[in-house]
T-cell receptor, first 115, second 114 residues
Framework: AQSVTQPDIHITVSEGASLELRCNYS??????LFWYVQSPGQGLQLLLK??????LVQGIKGFEAEFKRSQSSFNLRKPSVHWSDAAEYFC?????????????FGTGTRLQVTL | NAGVTQTPKFQVLKTGQSMTLQCAQD?????MSWYRQDPGMGLRLIHY???????DQGEVPNGYNVSRSTTEDFPLRLLSAAPSQTSVYFC?????????????FGAGSRLTVL
């Protein structure tokens, strides 16, 4: 069965500092990988996705993520965090469309940004 | 452009009561799904639909029913509410050509069962 592990429940960074949120997945074939962000009281919004090709993917709001097959990881990064980035971040994995198209989410990492 | 609309935003039920959470999308998306979000557990799939007239169970379907009579609407019914169903519920939709994985979420419905 597919699974996602986000080892950090809560991370605090200073505004302007760099950010890396960790995500490890388990999936038997080439996965589809996603990062979603949830602001307080809101639904989730897609930040970026990896389907195939270049392993470094760019997303919205200046975020990027790198797919590393050898490490089964898909870590999210941002060079300089803004106070508005404070939110909860979810990594997710799925199979290819037509086989296992249901998303499996990690438990989330809550990001706090100090001024 | 409303996207995915969920109603109600908040609801309090007594154990044993039934209710329906409404979900509507105006993007003509084929794929719709319901998730519940509980602290420390991320999002878990309850039921999903790949098109009108087609539904299937997700990871945690017990105690919930769904139907999909139109492309736009995907209501979630709680048959006999239990305290374990206290949660935040999210409806999501996706176009088929995204691989049914690029989801647009509603703002959520917070349900408390006493």
């Amino acid at each position: 069965a597919q699974s996602v592990t986000q080892p950090d429940i809560h991370i605090t960074v200073s505004e302007g500092a760099s950010l890396e949120l960790r995500c490890n997945y388990s999936y038997g074939a080439t996965p589809y990988l996603f990062w979603y962000v949830q602001s307080p009281g809101q639904g989730l919004q897609l930040l970026l996705k990896y389907f195939s090709g270049d392993t470094l993917v760019q997303g919205i709001k200046g975020f990027e993520a790198e797919f590393k097959r050898s490490q089964s990881s898909f870590n999210l990064r941002k060079p300089s965090v803004h106070w508005s980035d404070a939110a909860e971040y979810f990594c997710a994995v799925s199979g290819r469309y037509g086989t296992a198209s249901k998303l499996t989410f990690g438990t989330g990492t809550r990001l706090q940004v100090t001024l | 452009n409303a996207g995915v609309t969920q109603t109600p935003k908040f609801q309090v039920l007594k154990t044993g009561q039934s209710m329906t959470l409404q979900c509507a999308q105006d993007m003509n998306h084929e794929y719709m799904s319901w998730y519940r979000q509980d602290p420390g557990m991320g999002l878990r799939l309850i039921h999903y639909s790949v098109g009108a007239g087609i539904t299937d169970q997700g990871e945690v379907p017990n105690g919930y029913n769904v139907s999909r009579s139109t492309t736009e609407d995907f209501p979630l019914r709680l048959l006999s509410a239990a305290p374990s169903q206290t949660s935040v519920y999210f409806c999501a939709s996706s176009p088929r050509d995204s691989g049914a994985n690029v989801l647009t979420f509603g703002a959520g419905s917070r349900l408390t069962v006493l």
